[in-house]
Structures are given as structure tokens and as C-alpha cells.
């Protein structure tokens, strides 16, 4: 089956560093993908991933390892607007987005 | 137009009733997509399209249909809404030759009485 598990909810503290856990196993994989959603909204792109290593951008940089199906998210100098919801996807091999349930991270002052 | 567009915003539907979501993208997608988003579940897709002219069944296809006529427009119906149908609907859209990105709209939220 086609599985990606991620935490339910986590919490951090104002300029601290998070890391958000993201394992899949789904039929065939073409990248891993992560969105951020804020309450009421829409999900946003923030990274894709398809080979080995981390990919930085800004605050945010993404890593992935292929062999042990596992990525994370790694936020840094963490800001009251990144209270969000951190959503892993999976690209399968039919290049539909498999989704995890979703991170909830509160910030904390 | 800027982007992708959903409508209606929200709606409070009787069981039974017919109800067709809109959705309409700008970017000149080739693929666009239907999912449901439930509390403590991930996006469920119902439905998908490539390109115009031709539909897929995701993962919760059971109770909705879809058409696709043009590139732009993909909506989503309901023949006869339940209750389980209850959720907030995302429409997205893909374009398949330039990384897979899929860029949402801004929901719909649907309740089933």
C-alpha cells in the first residue's frame, strides 16, 4: 500500500530551529514534495525533492535520503507566521501526489 | 483571472441535491485536480485530468463525476449529496512538462445537511 506518516502536531519556540519528520512508502516514487497551509487557506509550494541531499532555500531547506524513504523539513530562526500546517507528498509513479495527514507546528514566543 | 479560482467560497447543501463546484485556472495548465480535505487525513484525490478531453478516478471517486472540455475549466459534481460528503474541496492544477508542481485554489467549503 501507499503510506507517508509524518507527527500529528509539533511546537517550538520564536527564533529556535524545527524539524519536521516526513517517512513514505508508495508504488514508485518521483520526488517529494512539501506545502505549507496555514489555517483556512490553500496549500503552498515550499520544496521539492528527487535526489539524495538537502536542498536549501532561505529559512527552509528540505532533505532526502531514496534508499530509507525519509525526508524532512528543516525550519530555521522560526517566526510567529510560520505557525502552519507542513504538509509531505509523495510523487508516485503515475505522478499523482500521494499526501501525508499533515504537521501542525505552533510557535511559541 | 490570477491563478486558479474556485467557486462558490462556501455552501450549506440538503442531502440529495445536485451541486456542481467550479474551478478555473489561468496558467494555461495541462493537468488539473480535484481533492478533499478532511480533518486528520490527508488530501484524498477524487478526481484528475491530464489534458483537456480526458478524466481519471483518484482515490474517493465514488459520488462525484467530472468533465474537462477546455484547458481551463474542471468542475466537479455531486448527482445526489450525502452528508460523508461533508469537506473542504481543493481544485489544483499541474503542468505535467515542468516539474509537477500543482498550484491550489482557494477551497471550497461544503457542508451536506
Known amino acids: 500500500g501507499q503510506n507517508i506518516d509524518q507527527p500529528t502536531e509539533m511546537t517550538a519556540t520564536e527564533g529556535a530551529i524545527v524539524q519536521i519528520n516526513c517517512t513514505y512508502q508508495?508504488?514508485?516514487?518521483?520526488?517529494l514534495f512539501w506545502y505549507q497551509q496555514h489555517a483556512g487557506e490553500a496549500p503552498t509550494f515550499l520544496s521539492y525533492n528527487v535526489l539524495d541531499g538537502l536542498e536549501e532555500k532561505g529559512r527552509f531547506s528540505s532533505f532526502l535520503s531514496r534508499s530509507k524513504g525519509y525526508s524532512y523539513l528543516l525550519l530555521k530562526e522560526l517566526q510567529m507566521k510560520d505557525s502552519a500546517s507542513y504538509l509531505c507528498?509523495?510523487?508516485?509513479?503515475?505522478?499523482?501526489?500521494?499526501w501525508g495527514a499533515g504537521t501542525k507546528l505552533i510557535i511559541k514566543p | 483571472i490570477a491563478g486558479i479560482t474556485q467557486a462558490p467560497t462556501s455552501q450549506i447543501l440538503a442531502a440529495g441535491r445536485r451541486m456542481t463546484l467550479r474551478c478555473t485556472q489561468d496558467m494555461r495548465h495541462n493537468a488539473m485536480y480535484w481533492y478533499r480535505q478532511d480533518l486528520g487525513l490527508g488530501l484524498r484525490l477524487i478526481h484528475y485530468s491530464n489534458t483537456a478531453g480526458t478524466t481519471g478516478k483518484g482515490e474517493v471517486p465514488d459520488g462525484y463525476s467530472v468533465s474537462r472540455a477546455n484547458t481551463d475549466d474542471f468542475p466537479l459534481t455531486l448527482a445526489s449529496a450525502v452528508p460523508s460528503q461533508t469537506s473542504v474541496y481543493f481544485c489544483a492544477s499541474s503542468d505535467l512538462a515542468g516539474g509537477n508542481e500543482q498550484f491550489f485554489g482557494p477551497g471550497t467549503r461544503l457542508t451536506v445537511l
Open positions: 508508495t508504488s514508485g516514487f518521483n520526488g
Open positions: 507528498a509523495s510523487l508516485d509513479s503515475n505522478y499523482q501526489l500521494i
